[in-house]
């Protein structure tokens, strides 16, 4: 079992800057992949990013791509979601999740997580 949880939500303004960190713990020798998914208001969750157990190997939305970056410190057992220009339609409830390094990395684009964190809030005023 890994428990992830997640912290560093909040309210700013559109263009503002903002980081998440996921910190991972419980069974983290073997490796995992991390995965930021949000949730906005009246919406089911969506992919947000992933990273690799090494963090060599990224993949974005195509809605945070060029503004948010996904990141890893494993000496930490944390990850990392900066997101920058932020606008209003970024805000939701961010949550992270952590996968075995069996699946592939691509199978967080539809949520094939294995441990999930209870979320963090980001809201964009405009």
């Known amino acids: 079992q890994v428990q992830v949880v997640e912290s560093g939500g909040g309210l700013v303004q559109a263009g503002d800057s903002l980081r998440l960190s996921c910190v991972a713990s419980g069974r983290t020798g073997s490796g995992y992949h991390i995965g930021w998914f949000r949730q906005p208001p009246g919406k089911e969750r969506e992919f947000v990013a992933t990273?690799?157990?090494?963090?060599?190997?990224?993949i974005y939305a195509n809605s945070v791509k060029g503004r948010f970056t996904i990141s890893r410190d494993n000496a930490k057992n944390t990850a990392y979601l900066q997101m920058d220009s932020l606008k209003s339609g970024d805000t939701a409830v961010y949550y992270c999740?952590?996968?075995?390094?069996?699946?592939?990395?691509?199978?967080?684009?539809?949520?094939?997580?294995?441990?999930w964190g209870q979320g963090t809030q980001v809201t964009v005023s405009s």
């Open positions: 990273i690799n157990w090494s963090g060599d190997s990224t």
């Open positions: 999740a952590a996968s075995g390094t069996m699946r592939p990395l691509e199978a967080a684009r539809v949520g094939l997580m294995d441990y």
